[in-house]
């Protein structure tokens, strides 16, 4: 990692002009032209080498209150509509050291929802993304932010709310599909 780039993380990633944004973090899927182009892309790609990180590590956590970031592995992250983390791994850019996550025995593992935002806007699937984070909304599943961004606390909400998910679709238990 450059001095420079240590010095400028938290205004640089400040200035992405796409991503998921949570309080102090953001969340790019690995293909973004944030993630594959310039001075991140080579942090980031040097990072990867040295931990032997591969392409299932496709989403990259970029913290803004801190010299922190995270790469993180969602399986399925086009084809599943809330894909489940698999495994993680946290680097402090200030010292080095890392820290390393694994759901895969997890009965509960973090899902990820509104996928749109981890990608950019001329992304070919975004819109079909954002198609269902909205529907989920209307729906009232957003309800309670702060509790579906777990398994099964997700599925508790779908079942109360009588939704089922078809896809990147919803479908109400007696009526047809409201996204996309």
Not at 5 to 24: H, N, Q
Not at 135 to 148: C, K, P
Request: hydrophobic share 40%.
């Amino acid at each position: 990692m450059t001095a420079t780039f240590a010095t400028d993380y938290e205004t640089y990633v400040k200035r992405l002009s796409y991503g998921k944004r949570l309080p102090g973090t953001i969340y790019l899927h690995r293909d973004t032209a944030a993630c594959t182009q310039g001075l991140l892309a080579d942090v980031l790609n040097r990072i990867a080498n040295l931990h032997a990180l591969g392409s299932e590590f496709n989403v990259v956590k970029l913290r803004t209150d801190a010299r922190r970031l995270s790469f993180l592995a969602y399986p399925g992250f086009f084809e599943d509509p809330h894909p489940v983390l698999e495994k993680g791994l946290a680097v402090d850019l200030s010292t080095g050291r890392t820290y390393r996550t694994d759901y895969r025995e997890s009965l509960n593992p973090p899902i990820l929802h509104r996928k749109e935002l981890l990608l950019e806007p001329s992304h070919p699937r975004a819109n079909e993304f954002a198609a269902l984070s909205a529907a989920e909304e209307e729906a009232g599943l957003y309800t309670h932010a702060a509790t579906i961004g777990f398994r099964l606390n997700w599925e508790r909400v779908l079942r109360e709310r009588g939704v089922k998910l078809d896809g990147h679709m919803i479908r109400f238990s007696t009526e047809t599909p409201l996204a996309v």
